[in-house]
């Protein structure tokens, strides 16, 4: 039974790509976009606040469908 539910989730998770040179507030906006966050200027002010603006890495990432804005964020700054 957990590694089915495991399974199921592996399945719904989506890729992500964020294209270099971009600022913040537009990998948020394409997030939104793409349906990982809701509030595309609340993770924006998230990652400034926690130093991880600057720390974008553009790059391809596979993110879990209903992760958290904290682990989006971790996945795309490689923080893995």
Not at 53 to 66: E, S
């Amino acid at each position: 039974e957990p590694y089915r539910r495991q399974r199921q989730m592996c399945i719904r998770d989506s890729s992500f790509t964020v294209r270099s040179g971009l600022l913040s507030s537009s990998v948020s906006r394409e997030l939104k976009e793409a349906g990982f966050i809701k509030d595309a200027d609340k993770f924006d002010h998230y990652l400034e606040k926690s130093g991880l603006a600057k720390k974008l890495i553009a790059g391809d990432y596979i993110i879990p469908v209903g992760a958290s804005q904290e682990e989006v964020a971790r996945i795309i700054t490689g923080g893995k």
